[in-house]
């Protein structure tokens, strides 16, 4: 029995895209040329799959759309790094591999063919749910830089206030002009 093994491919699938995440934001011209290069290399792979026959053809078939669809991806999501660009990205790897895994299931029979598509549907749902736990994850991570931020901006208002407090207490024991430009001066410093 020909059993085929999604989740290696998936893992190391997950391992690549976790680097290309990091990746800077593509120009323009890059992008364009990211889609002449597919554009040429789905041709390419289209062309070689025509000396292929039955299930064969189906399968290289399967893999030159689905590389082409992932190229596509990933280049959206180089070009526009966006939590959600990433995720449409792991989503539309997950859907190419359960089509390729699903056409080779197709050479099989019986209770073997559907144990192989239950095993590719697992995949895939496994593979998209964890493209959402990552979405989730680096919303998560957002919010709480923002909310981080946010808190250390009130903080060094507080302390700013505070010392602004001290410094006009220490005004008070002056008089006249003297208090007056010790008030202006605490106030030019901070920012009141």
Avoid: W
């Amino acid at each position: 029995m020909n059993k085929f093994n999604i989740a290696p491919m998936a893992m190391a699938l997950g391992l690549v895209f976790s680097t290309a995440v990091m990746a800077q934001a593509l120009s323009k011209e890059d992008y364009q040329n990211g889609k002449d290069k597919i554009a040429a290399e789905y041709k390419s792979d289209k062309t070689g799959c025509s000396s292929l026959s039955a299930n064969a053809n189906d399968i290289c078939m399967a893999q030159a759309n689905g590389k082409e669809k992932v190229a596509i991806a990933d280049l959206e999501a180089s070009y526009k790094p966006t939590v959600k660009n990433h995720y449409d990205a792991r989503v539309v790897k997950a859907e190419a591999q359960y089509s390729v895994a699903k056409e080779r299931c197709d050479d099989l029979s019986g209770n073997a063919k559907d144990v192989c598509v239950k095993e590719a549907q697992a995949a895939e749902t496994a593979a998209k749910a964890d493209a959402k736990a990552q979405m989730k994850t680096a919303e998560a991570t957002t919010t709480a830089g923002e909310k981080s931020a946010e808190a250390r901006k009130d903080a060094a208002s507080d302390k700013r206030d505070a010392d602004y407090a001290v410094a006009k207490e220490k005004c008070d024991a002056l008089a006249g002009s003297a208090k007056d430009n010790c008030l202006s001066q605490a106030k030019a410093r901070f920012a009141k």
